[in-house]
């Protein structure tokens, strides 16, 4: 499924994250929803380095920092340094269309 930033956006309003959203938007869809659990159990599963960035900003998220930081290395980026709202506003923009 192919969705733009402010198309995704919009889908936070539903029960459940569409049909077809790709794995890291759906861990970004659970993890805004409240759900970090199920954000977590996404990210593990994507075998990428898009898996590893999410799974770093869901630990720097909840302050586990050094497992971040092995994530953040594991994803062959920098530690973020902003707020966790703006990573996680980078990365939804980053897996949604342009």
Do not use: C, V
Not at 22 to 47: F, M, Y
Not at 53 to 68: F, P, T
């Amino acid at each position: 499924m192919s969705i733009t930033f402010a198309g995704f956006l919009a889908t936070l309003d539903a029960e459940r994250p569409p049909e077809g959203l790709s794995a890291p938007l759906r861990a970004l869809w659970l993890d805004r929803k409240g759900d970090w659990h199920g954000a977590h159990a996404i990210a593990q599963e994507i075998a990428s380095a898009d898996g590893a960035r999410i799974h770093a900003y869901l630990h720097r998220k909840e302050g586990d920092l050094s497992n971040a930081h092995y994530w953040y290395h594991q994803a062959g980026a920098p530690p973020a340094s902003g707020s966790s709202e703006s990573e996680w506003e980078a990365l939804a923009r980053r897996f949604a269309e342009p």
